[in-house]
């Protein structure tokens, strides 16, 4: 686990709650067991009007060495309800629907990994990824062609500026790559300039309704890379349980598991980071023609499924073209390993991939932001385009 089991009295500091593993002293710490502790806490931090903080694996922060001065709230409820219909279609391998309610605390991998078990389809390429239950809506997690919008029905949270519990219904939460209403909702202001709602969303995810088709075979597969180790074609089907022990080898190639998962020796300083840290950049596609011949170019299309059965992702915009930050970063003289005092610098790109930043063991906040800081710089440079982190940067900014 990123983290220990942290009584409700104790002070950690963020290193302790953060798969970086960095970040100071925090002033006061809760653990929510309960929805309703959960909600007291918010809502006795806003009315005092204490900074709030609230995480789940800490697998999206990159938090200062100074620390925290005010409330961090960690919900740490597990466990799910689910209603399961019985029609079943025997040509397509594949039963009715399946509603799934689950807390936001719930490990997001151990969900996964019941729900390939229990033959529900939707999330397997989505395998191996860290954090909570709570986390994927708000940056609408993806990989291997599958995004977290596509089994998404509606997200209950509790409303900081009402002080009212709401439910939110696919329409409502504006989903696109990577982004959410609700990690939008983390810079809406009341004054001019003024983050009202950083560094915690206007709404916090209480608990997520998912709808999933039922069966043995996964939904078509929508990415190269995986359809190739699968030895299938894309947009076709496999059994979920290969598409999951597929993405788990690639991820785990890349260094993009936690330790203890995927099997691997500890401790492995790759796996210490906050997976990708850029996201891939999606820019009009005027600018896109302007990069060189061999950057790779991907479609955007919506984050809202046409169907349940067909494609995993929406209609193609054609006004957008998304890019490899990968590939503009090693392309821009970043190599794996690459770290501002070379190999012994304490913050360094991982030697697997360079889309993460990695705590090679003692590095400081300041040692990660300074080594993202140049890797943007040089990419902006380069190429002109602009990296966006995708970490949460708490007391921090590039």
Not at 5 to 18: C, H, K
Request: hydrophobic share 40%.
């Amino acid at each position: 686990m990123p983290h220990p089991a942290l009584g409700p009295d104790a002070a950690p500091n963020l290193s302790d709650l953060t798969t970086l593993r960095v970040g100071g002293p925090v002033d006061r710490y809760v653990e929510a067991t309960t929805e309703a502790e959960l909600i007291d806490a918010v809502r006795s931090a806003d009315d005092a009007e204490v900074p709030l903080l609230v995480v789940g694996g800490g697998s999206n922060l990159l938090v200062s060495d100074a620390g925290f001065d005010g409330l961090v709230v960690r919900d740490v409820r597990q466990g799910l309800e689910a209603d399961l219909s019985a029609s079943c279609d025997v040509e397509e391998g594949a039963c009715g629907g399946a509603t799934i309610t689950l807390p936001a605390g719930q490990d997001w991998d151990a969900f996964v990994a019941q729900a390939v078990a229990n033959e529900w389809v939707g999330v397997e390429a989505l395998s191996g990824i860290p954090g909570t239950m709570g986390a994927a809506p708000v940056q609408n997690i993806g990989a291997y062609g599958q995004e977290v919008s596509g089994v998404v029905a509606a997200v209950r949270v509790w409303d900081r500026d009402t002080g009212r519990r709401r439910t939110l219904t696919l329409s409502e939460l504006g989903f696109g790559y990577r982004t959410s209403l609700l990690k939008r909702s983390m810079r809406g202001d009341r004054a001019a300039g003024e983050d009202i709602w950083y560094p915690t969303p206007r709404y916090v995810v209480l608990d997520v309704r998912l709808q999933m088709r039922m069966g043995s075979l996964s939904a078509p597969v929508g990415y190269a890379e995986l359809a190739r180790r699968l030895d299938v074609e894309v947009g076709t089907r496999a059994p979920s349980t290969e598409v999951r022990d597929a993405v788990l080898e690639l991820r785990a190639g890349k260094g993009m598991l936690l330790d203890g998962v995927g099997g691997a020796p500890t401790p492995d300083h790759d796996r210490w980071s906050a997976g990708s840290f850029f996201t891939n950049p999606v820019v009009p596609a005027e600018e896109a023609a302007a990069l060189p011949d061999d950057a790779p170019r991907f479609p955007v299309r919506s984050a809202t499924p046409t169907t349940t059965t067909g494609p995993a992702l929406g209609e193609v915009d054609p006004r957008w073209v998304k890019t490899s930050a990968a590939w503009l970063i090693e392309h821009a003289g970043f190599t794996k390993g690459f770290g501002l005092a070379g190999e012994h610098s304490p913050a360094r790109l991982s030697t697997r991939h360079t889309l993460a930043l990695t705590n090679r063991g003692g590095a400081t906040a300041q040692d990660l932001v300074a080594l993202a800081r140049a890797v943007r710089d040089g990419v902006r440079d380069e190429f002109g385009v602009e990296l966006e982190p995708e970490p949460v940067l708490v007391g921090l900014a590039l």
